[in-house]
Structure formats: C-alpha cells, structure tokens
C-alpha cells in the first residue's frame, strides 16, 4: 500500500513538472505582469502592512486603502545602525514626522530629537512636500516615535519622487544611542 502511494505521489510529481514545462510560453506565470500585482495596506506601521492582497480595496485590519506593493519603495534601517549610518553618510536629511511639541521635546514621553532633523509633522506633509523638493536627490530618513507615521510618511515621500527613502524602524523609542541625538 504504502510503495503504491509512493508511486502515486512520483507519478503526479512528474506530470506536475511535465505539464509546466509543455505549457506553450505565452500560457506561463508572467512574472511582475500587471495581472500579478499584489497589493498591501498604505504603510501604517502596523503588522497588517506585511499582507498581500490579490485586489485593491481596504485593510481589513487598520481600514486603509490597499496599493500596488510596486509603489511603496522605502526601506528601513535599524535604530541601533542610524548613528553610525548618519556618520557615514553627512549628506543624509533627517525628517521627523512628529508633532511640534514631540520635535521640541515637550510632551511626557520626550524620546529626543537627532541632530539637523527638519520637523515636518505628518498631519502636514502634503501640503507642505514641495519644501523638500531640494531634497529629492538626497537619502532622507524618516522617523516619529514608534514607526507609526513615519511609514506613511515615507510613502507619500515616494508617491512625490523621493527615491531614496529611509524609515525609522520602531522609531525614536527605540533609540538607545544617544549620540546622533541633540
């Protein structure tokens, strides 16, 4: 019984294979067709920004609109790696996402503030990108306190042709070096 399943399962296996590589060419996968795009949540710095859909429509877990996965293009960097990446890199620009008062330090839970960050707060990123646009050329990392905003943040630097975006992962709160800080 069990050498007769085993043969079975061979059999099905290389007619699996047999009939994929028959398949006449135009009848394969097509690999980053617009038929395969997946889609994700607009970054919200939640666990629901990793799902993929096949379809547009909304998270089911934080209600924001589904995207073209192809259209968020940032990375992330690790706060215990951001100092030494600023140092290495004196040309980077810093921008934080963060309310005013959170910036200034004047809320109760102050995580600091990095050196030359520009403090454009989320709420006004759109309305105010174009006093980035000298900046389009430049690496920007983008941070607020948890990576909550920044993510959303970093699409909509993309959305506007910033290409080489950076965000916080985990943000500020995760920052146990302290000598990027002012």
């Known amino acids: 019984m069990m050498k007769q399943l085993q043969r079975s399962l061979y059999f099905l296996l290389f ?20 038929l395969n795009e997946k889609y994700v949540c607009t970054p919200c ?34 706060p215990a790696k951001l100092c030494n990446y600023i140092a290495e890199h004196p040309g980077v620009v810093l921008l934080d996402v963060r309310t005013k008062e959170e910036f200034e330090g004047r809320v109760k839970d102050d995580y600091g503030t990095l050196k030359n ?21 430049k690496e920007i990392i983008v941070y607020c ?24 992962a985990g943000g500020m709160s995760e920052m146990k070096d302290k000598r990027c800080l002012k």
């Open 15 to 34: 007619v699996g294979i047999l009939n994929t590589s028959v398949l006449p060419l135009s009848a394969q996968p097509l690999k980053n067709s617009k």
């Open 45 to 78: 710095g939640q666990e629901c920004d990793e799902s993929l859909y096949d379809k547009g429509g909304k998270c089911t877990v934080c209600m924001m609109p589904l995207i073209k996965k192809s259209s968020v293009r940032f990375k992330d960097i690790d």
């Open 117 to 137: 960050g520009i403090n454009i707060p989320i709420q006004q990123l759109e309305k105010k990108i174009k006093t980035l646009n000298p900046f389009k050329q």
């Open 145 to 168: 306190s948890h990576s909550h905003r920044s993510p959303q943040a970093a699409y909509i630097l993309n959305k506007n042709g910033f290409n080489k975006v950076i965000n916080l």
